[in-house]
């Protein structure tokens, strides 16, 4: 993902806002390393964990060519199986980038709450910060020749079209200051623009970094998704009508359950 500028360029940013020289950073799966890279020019302490070996190895050559190698420990580990003794302490800030649709595929909930409850000080910084979960109701030919698929389709590489039923809605804040459970839940009320058979949801997520530092969606990194229901509904203009949805942090949107209810 190092080539989604947009992506990297918000998140250094943010990095670069929170910097200071008597505080801790800690990165959470920290991948190729270049936002620990980032921390260490301006935070006194930094320690980047990742549980792949290989992409560690990355990690490290890249510290070394950029002059910073010395001060940045890396760990090879799973975060869920450490203590903050294991890091030489708990942290003032943390960098947990583990960004999905919703939060659903990736543990990046999961991660922060752990982070928060055994890795982090009281008032720690925690970046992204919070999470907002949009959805629109819709039509979308699942059907390939005559075979349906109800399976989820990133948007931009969709063989159809999303017919586009309702405003965008907001259906979850996440404030990753919280500790959460695995399990997410709830309702999302809808309103009809159009008569139409309603069979599926478009998700997008706005990511909240740092107070005015955002992140939304590009192709490759958490492009605009759309999710079938599991059943159909057929809906009048200007008709009320709910969505109930069920999914995991940390497991595939192909699990996560939608359902249409009048």
Known sequence: MISDVERVN????????????????????????????????????VVAVDKDP????????????????????????????LSASDLGGRFDVALAEMMSIW???????????YARKYLLRAGAILIPDSVTNIAECGN???????????????????RSAFRLNTTSVVAQSLDLQTVYEPKSKGVIDFRALSNERVNCLRLSSLIHLWRDI????????????????VNDLVVKRGQVYQVAFQYNHGSPIADAVFRLME
């Open 10 to 45: 918000r998140i250094v940013q943010a990095v670069r806002a929170v910097g200071d020289p008597e505080k801790s950073f800690l990165e959470i799966g920290c991948g190729t390393g270049i936002f620990s890279i980032e921390a260490a020019r301006h935070f006194g302490r």
């Open 140 to 158: 979308y030919d699942f059907e390939v020749g005559d075979v349906e698929l109800r399976t989820p389709v990133v948007e931009f590489v969709s």
């Open 214 to 229: 955002n992140f939304y969606s590009t192709d490759t990194l958490m492009p605009t998704t759309i999710v079938p229901a």
């Open 103 to 113: 939060t659903i595929e990736e543990p990046q909930v999961l991660a922060a709450s």
């Open 54 to 81: 290989a992409i560690l190895e990355v990690a490290k050559r890249a510290a070394v060519r950029a002059g910073v190698a010395e001060r940045i420990r890396f760990l090879d580990a799973d975060v869920f199986t």
